[in-house]
């Protein structure tokens, strides 16, 4: 199979995959609480190998230490995913609100450039969505994972798909 034939394949896919995860964004969800849970418990895993058999790794006590945190904290995802499921959408909303701060603080600081209000509307966006998920974590916990994924999807495939009928035409 040409390689250009195999992007377009795998753009297809993570399309349908996309507007599954939209189409159902509560079972998409729980998908992604699965998925980091077991990358999680794959991640803690190594951690703790790399403590105990590092022989003269530095930092042997940390790296054990958060190796055992996430083993920990994948086990519970994985064995108890709703509740693994408000936890990551406590932590997106988290994230949106610090990155979102952070952003307006470069954008006051960059007043005069060019990109100002881009990086000023940039943040305040970041903010807004941080602010509606931390408002009513229940109702975007059933959705909002989801919903991400099936975006992330979507733009993915639509790469893959016009790389590999660009990959087409210049073969």
Known sequence: MKPAT??????????????????????????????????????????????????????????????????????????????GLISLTILAGLLFLITGVIRLLVAFQMRDGAHFWLILLSGAVSILLGGMILSNVMAAATSLLGLLMGIQLLADGAGLLAMGLFARKIN
């Open 6 to 83: 195999l992007l377009i394949l795998l753009g297809i896919v993570l399309i349908l995959g996309g507007a599954l995860a939209i189409a159902n964004p509560f079972a998409a969800s729980l998908a992604v609480t699965t998925l980091v849970g077991a990358f999680l418990i794959l991640s803690g895993v190594g951690q703790l190998w790399m403590a105990l058999a590092g022989g003269d790794l530095p930092h042997r006590l940390w790296t054990g230490l958060l190796g055992l945190l996430a083993l920990i904290v994948g086990i519970d995802l994985i064995a108890n995913p709703l509740a």
